[in-house]
Nanobody, 123 residues
Framework: VQLQASGGGLVQAGGSLRLSCAASGRTFSLYAMGWFRQAPGKEREFVASISWSGDNTYYAGSVKGRFTISRDNTKNTVYLQMNSLKPEDTAVYYC?????????????????WGQGTQVTVSS
């Protein structure tokens, strides 16, 4: 399984970014997908996940109402739309997935990880 994340960059506080993660190596539509992030000096944390069907989404409390996760099974891609960005959102963002089929969310330690994309929010 390969996960290729993109879309990070530098943005001012209050701005928006959309991250993309293209998956390959298996049938994308059978698996839940998600995003984690790691800020400098901090542990990696869960951001958002989406079920295999797209019917269920979950968010960390710190991003709920500002971030939206979605997926396009025809493009084997999961997205993270990030609005109203804050300096504390600055981190490397990783997409991830598990081996479990038909899951509604990810485990706390997903089996597969992308390479990460840097998001920097300036104040």
């Amino acid at each position: 399984v390969q996960l290729q994340a993109s879309g990070g960059g530098l943005v001012q506080a209050g701005g928006s970014l959309r991250l993309s993660c293209a998956a390959s190596g298996r049938t994308f539509s059978l698996y839940a997908m998600g995003w984690f992030r790691q800020a400098p000096g901090k542990e990696r944390e869960f951001v958002a996940s989406i079920s295999w069907s797209g019917d269920n989404t979950y968010y960390a409390g710190s991003v709920k109402g500002r971030f939206t996760i979605s997926r396009d099974n025809t493009k084997n891609t999961v997205y993270l739309q990030m609005n109203s960005l804050k300096p504390e959102d600055t981190a490397v963002y990783y997409c991830a997935t598990d081996r479990r089929v038909w899951a509604t969310t990810l485990t706390q330690e997903p089996d597969y990880w992308g390479q990460g994309t840097q998001v920097t929010v300036s104040s």
